[in-house]
């Protein structure tokens, strides 16, 4: 209901210049959501801040700007008489009629009533962005669904979005790799299929190991790193056997995901490394400190109490993680052909990481590098933690590998639903069943994550995200599931023909909830908390159960059965496309 919202707000602020003409200060209506069902559905407090500048009790100002509304026709259409409470608050309450036009035009829009951003500015959204020859571990996981969920509320919202993985394609560790490989298997050179990425993981910690132990390992590993970012074509060439191998790997996670990614990984911005250097060094902000080159932080101490460095130049030259996100910072913010001339830049990783991203952020601003108006935002998430609250592992006491979490929900989902198909005494096929079993699992766990409040730390528990009851993907797609039975019995209606008309306090309960989607998803927008829409959609699920038992819908008297099929049917809607912005799928039957 947010542009009713802002309706009633100009409404109230005009009511109060009419009202008070003489007051300087800005007159600001306050107006939010009412906090009781029976205050209305707005509250505004605005007449309270006006008690001192007009010297008089605030329900006198209240009553004032209430005489004013009520001349207003365009207010008297949209609501009923406005009640004064408590110390001068003014309630609001929308007209029955204006709600069910309002559910109508949402049943016709297959936005639901969620405009479209008219001035579009291309977002970027850095998320996922595993490391090259490592494995993707949970944290990765995190970033790649939250990622994925707040991409898609932007594009939804019309924000042209860059998807981009910030994969982990360059560094030193480099040179041990293409070393050990050169090594251990020089065919790997003349095939891309020679080494598979369970094996290039052993890899990574058979050349780590050598590396440790070994000098002339350790020299030959030095040497190679310089022979690849001289552009040494066989050493280019290992390398982008190394990367495609991990790139293969991470697309099958992508692919069950569902997760669409434009790769740009760190080595894309070697060619502005040293131009970050020159432009910090003009504005004089580089400060050469045991031979590295820093930017020292403003309002960032070290134990010590001196100011931490941000160091983008090794006193061997080389060039390191922040120096590559300064130039990342500049590309996506640039214009023209070296840029994405992006307005917002999201970065969503584990929270470990947010002091590397202040520091980069702080050199960014103080460097002129932000455009005015636009905003740079790490999106941080907490860890991922096993039932017994540490760090999640396998029982072996191995790191847990996606593919098999994965494998491991939907395997769960599936046994669930072949005992409950086996006690309601239902057959349905194999396909069926793999088909429901495969959308329950990956849902599950995508909604396990994105319900949770981001910023803490969140216990994975298979028990718990599949469980049928709960704020759970289960519980909400069981709530689709039953909708679509319903419209199935009661034929689906054309709702444009039908003239709503809601009697119950279930059903203006619903309507209330139903109208609340789109300011929800400026929430999400605004705030990059994809926990709000789940909370909501959880809300709504429940509001609608209580009316679906509470209300006959199928056995509705003829004049009261449209208006309930259609508040049915856009719950429906709104769920799933609610859940459709979480990057969940429903389904019709399960
Ligand atoms: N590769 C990093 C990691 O695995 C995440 C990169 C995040 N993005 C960025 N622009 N720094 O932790």
Redesign the pocket.
Known sequence: MLSLSHILESQLRAAMQRAFPAVEAELNPQLVPASKPEFGDFQANGALPLAKPLKQPPRQIATAIVEQLLKDPTFTDLCLEPEIAGPGFINLTLRPERLAMEVASRLADERLGVPAVQAASPVVV?FS???IAKEMHVG?LRSTIIGDSLARVLEFRGHPVLRLN?V?DWGTQFGMLITHLKQVAPEALETADAVDLGDLVAFYREAKKRFDDDEVFQATSREEVVKLQGGDPVSLKAWGLLCDQSRREFQKIYDRLDIRLSERGESFYNPFLAAVIDGLQQKGLLVTDAGAECVFLEGVQGKDGKPLPVIVQKSDGGFNYATT?LA?IRYRFGSGPDGDAARRVV?V?DAG?ANHFAGVFQVAERAGWIPDGSRLEHVPFGLVQGEDGKKLKTRSGDTVRLRDLLDEAVERAEADLRSRLAQEERSESEEFIHHVAGTVGLAAVKYADLSQNRITNYQFSFDRMLALQGNTAPYLLYAVVRIAGIARKGGDLDASTTQLQFTEPQEWALVRELLKFDAVIAEVEEELLPNRLCAYLFELSQVFNRFYDQVPVLKAEPEALPSRLALCRLTADTLKLGLGLLGITTLERM
Request: charged content about 15%; glycine content about 8%.
């Open positions: 850095d962005s595993p490391n990765h910030h982990g996100d990342a970065y990783t990481q």
